[in-house]
């Protein structure tokens, strides 16, 4: 049997892997993060591995809000995990900043003690854009089963949002604030809108309680940026390989990261400035940046990718002609969106996007990058949309990407495969009732409020959606990119 990756073992890992600057046993937790996945354990929590060489007690619980998985996995090898770095130069990264993972159900008293220690300072989440439970306008969704459910049982919360608000009431009775809440999710004023949604949800509640928070507990902006793919076999086998040790749930990254931070918290942080970590006063230029340019021709790659035949976003972009749209995509309605004068320079953040998407090392399945589009495509293209039209600039290849998940969607359904969204049932039971026509599909999807919001009157918008889900519909795989020549 191979021996595990555990503190045991650490010390005769090969010279060429990099371990913690720090003796774990000396670091005591100062973060509780709310959805451990992959993308925190190959971004926030390396910042944070590096920043405790620096010094201070920032371990990391971690609270999975279902899946028992990582906990049982990390907990074998004393929830130490490597990080994987695949690029031109790869290297290999031990992390130790976890002290332990806990699962809601299971451990729901050890929750709320670790999210209501005095030494600890920092909630930080990374739950996805449907995990704050909001709507189409970005006010949280009392309609949501999650949310009825905490605010009748408020001290047994299911959702993120009623897990912090059970965690800060304890904190506004004792009156002990000294406590960030830290969105990492890709939501455009992540902060903002994580802040409005636990304002929102306290304020029924108790009134007092919500004014403390507003009043003592800052929700900073932030943008995060690093091509995480899902961890496979492959990758455990060549973790293996690397560490000499068998490690179950490790992770890989491009070598490329990047977390922007709001300067603006109510408590004490690790020395994430000594590691990279970019605190500004306005995020909103980066984020705007990363979303539309990253996120944006990420969703795009994905549907259109997945029509074409692809799989990968290397192979996508490997296309000539799927490549040749993303840049007139890029050059034509996406940057004249973003208002970064004087901040950053987007034309050479977009080729630095490009060249990520040409790294052969990194395998990122353009079928991860499709879930969740009733949720994501509303900031990462329709924002762009919507202020493309008040800037009187073009949205014909911006609709593509709609066109295609719609034409996902009726695939999905046609082929009897899983469509992860939190919309599912409703899309595909649209698919169903209009299987005959993808024209009539489309209409029933672009009349759907808590996707397009008031683009569902703009007939503009419409009608140039239709005519590309009727141009995509009407050719096979090897014909799409003739397709996409047209719009060049």
Same mark, same amino acid.
């Given at each position: 049997m191979t021996t595990p990756l555990t503190e045991q073992s650490l010390a005769g890992l090969p010279a060429d892997i990099?371990?913690?600057?720090?003796?774990?046993?000396?670091?005591?937790?100062?973060? =509780?993060?709310?959805?451990?996945? !992959?993308?925190?354990?190959?971004?926030?929590?390396?910042?944070? /591995? +590096?920043?405790?060489?620096?010094?201070?007690?920032?371990?990391?619980?971690?609270?999975?809000?279902?899946?028992?998985?990582?906990?049982?996995?990390?907990?074998?090898?004393?929830?130490l995990y490597s990080l994987v770095v695949l690029d031109n130069e790869p290297y290999v990264q031990v992390i130790g900043a976890f002290d332990e993972v806990l699962v809601l159900d299971e451990d729901r008293d050890a929750i709320l003690a670790a999210l209501t220690d005095a030494n600890t300072h920092i909630i930080s989440l990374t739950i996805t854009e449907?995990?704050?439970?909001?709507?189409?306008?970005?006010?949280?969704?009392?309609?949501?089963?999650?949310?009825?459910?905490?605010?009748?049982?408020?001290?047994?919360?299911?959702?993120? =949002?009623?897990?912090?608000?059970? !965690?800060?009431?304890?904190?506004?009775?004792?009156?002990?604030? /000294? +406590?960030?809440?830290?969105?990492?999710?890709n939501l455009a004023d992540n902060g903002k809108k994580l802040e409005k949604a636990v304002y929102q949800f306290a304020q029924k509640l108790d009134p007092a309680m919500a004014d403390w928070i507003k009043a003592n507990i800052c929700f900073p902006c932030t943008m995060v940026d690093s091509i995480t793919p899902a961890t496979d076999e492959a990758l455990i086998e060549l973790a293996a390989e690397k560490l000499g040790v068998s490690d179950a749930w490790p992770i890989q990254r491009e070598a490329f990261t990047q977390w922007v931070v709001e300067d603006t918290f109510s408590g004490p942080r690790p020395a994430w400035d000594k590691v990279g970590v970019t605190f500004t006063d306005d995020v909103a230029a980066f984020e705007n940046a990363k979303l539309r340019i990253l996120n944006g021709t990420h969703s795009t790659l994905a549907y259109v990718g997945t029509l074409a035949g692809k799989e990968t976003v290397f192979e996508a972009i490997s296309d000539d002609t799927l490549h040749a749209f993303i840049r007139k995509l890029l050059s034509?309605?996406?940057?004249?969106s973003i208002d970064a004068e004087g901040v950053m320079d987007l034309a050479?953040?977009?080729?630095?996007?490009?060249?990520?998407?040409?790294?052969?090392?990194?395998?990122?399945?353009?079928?991860?990058?499709?879930?969740?589009?009733?949720?994501?495509?509303?900031?990462?293209?329709?924002?762009?949309?919507?202020?493309?039209?008040?800037?009187?600039?073009?949205?014909s290849l911006l609709c593509v990407p709609i066109a295609a998940w719609i034409l996902f969607i009726a695939k999905r359904h046609n082929d009897q495969e899983q469509l992860v969204d939190p919309l599912a049932d409703t899309l595909l039971d649209l698919a169903a009732q209009h299987k005959g026509s993808v024209t009539d599909l489309a209409i029933a999807v672009l009349n759907l409020t808590q996707v397009f919001d008031e683009l569902t009157v703009n007939n503009n918008f419409k009608q140039t959606v239709l005519k590309h889900v009727e141009q995509l519909a009407a050719l096979n795989n090897e014909n799409i990119a003739d397709t996409l020549e047209t719009l060049l």
């Open positions: 990099k371990k913690p600057g720090y003796v774990r046993a000396e670091r005591t937790r100062g973060i =509780v993060h709310i959805g451990p996945g !992959a993308f925190h354990r190959a971004h926030q929590a390396v910042y944070t /591995d +590096m920043a405790m060489a620096h010094g201070g007690n920032w371990r990391i619980t971690g609270v999975s809000m279902r899946s028992a998985t990582l906990k049982r996995k990390l907990a074998e090898q004393d929830n449907k995990g704050y439970c909001l709507t189409s306008s970005g006010e949280l969704d009392t309609s949501h089963p999650d949310i009825i459910n905490d605010l009748v049982n408020p001290d047994q919360p299911v959702s993120a =949002v009623g897990l912090i608000v059970c !965690a800060l009431k304890e904190r506004y009775e004792s009156g002990v604030a /000294d +406590m960030t809440v830290i969105s990492c999710d034509s309605e996406i940057m004249p050479s953040y977009a080729d630095d996007i490009v060249r990520r998407y040409q790294n052969r090392h990194i395998r990122h399945l353009l079928s991860q990058i499709a879930w969740d589009g009733s949720q994501k495509l509303p900031f990462r293209i329709l924002n762009t949309v919507r202020d493309n039209y008040k800037k009187g600039n073009p949205v």
